[in-house]
């Protein structure tokens, strides 16, 4: 270990980092508003950077389609659960959510896809595929639930994960996936270069950290999802949409999980399955911020992701388990910190 190796492993861990710490926000997030441990957010990133790689490639995902049928099961579950209260004006909303949303960008796709297609270009479809997908994926699995205990939002996102991961397996197969850099810039600093696709990584999540402290703090719409995330019933009854407010979340955590994903892919080779290790990485900054605190959710990010770069060098065949140790500490001392509670007696 010298001066240099010690900078290079700093930046590739805080540029690991700066991704778990998009992930860790978006957990934060959507636990925040819906109280649900969004096991899913691996998917988000997985979809996100395979969608990407394959537009590159001139080739259609099947996550498009995927959207378009969760688009259809979604139409009809809002038509079951209003069928004693239909109106044209639900019907109209829904259709246009649910149907011509998704079969629009289906199309979108299918008159864009070629290997001429810009890289701008594909990154958009790629994020909208995956928004749908994450839109739909709350109506669908958590919407109906969401009044139910957090074990069982726990149960669901678990259900959720397997079946994505499944099909992730189905639509973009077993062999990994690349897609071309955001950009061929680099610029040296001492022994450091920092590549185009390092500095969009920082670029992009400080841009994200600013703009939801923006969202959260100054628009009516953030402002409706801090009182939904402190009091889900008081929220209701000052008249805010929780329903919409958990969509928003939804909305929010699988457009960071993609970015996420689209900004590792041109690094690293991903698989149907990659995702689920990043995001576990994110979940543990996560924990470490108690699921409440954004601050330091990026913080504990940052740790994870130096620690786990030091991991590779000293103990690269243990490196995982170092970086998944650092929630036992954490969770000893809440635990000690927790009052006790009676348990209830039959």
Partial sequence: ????????????????????????????LVFAVTRVILIPQGEFVTYGALSYAMLAAGQMPGTARLAVAMGLVAFALDLFFARNALH???????????IVFPVALLGLIYALVGPGTPIAVNIALALLIVAAIGLFLYRIAFQPIAH??????????????????????VFFGAEGLRAPALSNAAVTA??????????????????????L????????????????????LGARLVGIRTTLSGQIAFLLASVIGAISGILIVPITTLYYDTGFLIGLKG???????????????????IVVGIVEAFSSFYASNFKEVIVFTLILPVLVLRSLAAPEVEEEKD
């Fill in 190 to 211: 001492g022994p450091l270069r920092f590549t185009g696709q390092s500095l969009a990584v920082y670029g992009l999540t400080i841009g994200f950290i600013v703009a």
């Fill in 283 to 301: 979940f543990i900054a996560a924990i470490i911020g108690g699921l409440v605190s954004y601050p330091l959710t990026a913080v504990a990010a």
């Fill in 88 to 98: 044209a004006r639900l019907v109209i909303r829904s259709v246009a959510l649910n």
């Fill in 1 to 28: 270990m010298n001066t240099t190796i010690m900078l290079f492993l700093l930046q590739d861990g805080i540029t690991n980092g700066a991704i778990y710490a998009l992930l860790g926000l978006a957990l934060v």
């Fill in 213 to 232: 402290w923006l969202f959260f703090g100054y628009t009516k719409t953030g402002k409706a999802l801090r009182a939904t995330a402190v009091n889900r």
């Fill in 148 to 169: 139910t205990s957090v074990l069982v939002l726990l149960i669901a996102s678990v259900g959720c994960h397997l079946a994505l991961q499944g099909l992730g397996l």
